[in-house]
């Protein structure tokens, strides 16, 4: 079947700091892979996609690289700001599929 | 273009009623799907409308239905209403069947008492 697993949070960083959030994955198929984020009362905002393996998704300075070989798709960012607290949701849609499968999300909070 | 929304924002039901919750899709969109997020949890699938046909369910009982309409918004329905319903409603709209590129509206918060 398609799941995703992504760590456990919560996560605090101060400002500045270097972030990974982990995220692998079991799909049948060729998944495309995400990175949502969800800001306190609001709704999942794509952050960013790779649909193949080694593509490297990039935006707002977050990045995140597809690994066939090891089904991983860690997101990373060099300096975290107060402003990029949310949760962080990866996700996974097959080539064949039309439902995402969402991990459990990572909470993410950066302290000034 | 106008992004994607849901109607309301919050409601309160309690045990076995019945609620409705709608959609408006993404301008130029002819897909829309439905997720129920627990609290703490990710977005689980329940099922999309496509051409205002079901093209695809999760593992949600028949209890949760759904329609899409000419313009192709669309209403989740919940009947029997029960407490493990509560949980964050989110529909996403998207143009075609299979596609990656899904937009997401801000949600329906239900509390069931």
């Known amino acids: 079947g398609n799941s995703v697993t992504q760590m456990e949070g919560p996560v605090t960083l101060s400002e500045e700091a270097f972030l990974t959030i982990n995220c692998t994955y079991t799909a049948t198929g060729y998944p495309s892979l995400f990175w949502y984020v969800q800001y306190p009362g609001e709704g999942l905002q794509l952050l960013l996609k790779?649909?193949?393996?080694?593509d490297k998704g990039s935006n707002k300075g977050f990045e995140a690289t597809y690994r066939k070989e090891t089904t991983s798709f860690h997101l990373e960012k060099g300096s975290v700001q107060v402003s990029d607290s949310a949760v962080y949701f990866c996700?996974?849609?097959?080539?064949?599929?039309?439902?995402?499968?969402f991990g459990t999300g990572t909470s993410l909070t950066v302290i000034p | 273009e106008t992004g994607v929304t849901q109607s309301p924002t919050h409601l309160i039901k309690t045990r076995g009623q019945q609620v409705t919750l709608r959609c408006s899709s993404q301008?130029?969109?002819?897909?829309v799907s439905w997720y129920q997020q627990a609290l703490g949890q990710g977005p689980q699938f329940i099922f999309q409308?496509?051409?205002?046909?079901?093209?695809g369910r999760g593992n949600f009982p028949p209890r949760f239905s759904g329609l899409q309409f000419p313009n192709y918004s669309s209403e989740l329905n919940v009947n029997a209403l029960e407490l493990d319903d509560s949980a964050l409603y989110l529909c996403?709209?998207?143009?075609?069947?299979?596609?990656?590129?899904?937009?997401f509206g801000p949600g329906t918060r239900l509390t069931v008492l």
């Open positions: 409308y496509y051409r205002e046909e079901e093209n």
């Open positions: 996403a709209s998207s143009s075609g069947q299979v596609t990656d590129t899904q937009y």
């Open positions: 790779a649909t193949k393996a080694d």
């Open positions: 996700a996974l849609i097959t080539n064949t599929g039309n439902q995402f499968y």
């Open positions: 301008s130029g969109h002819n897909t």
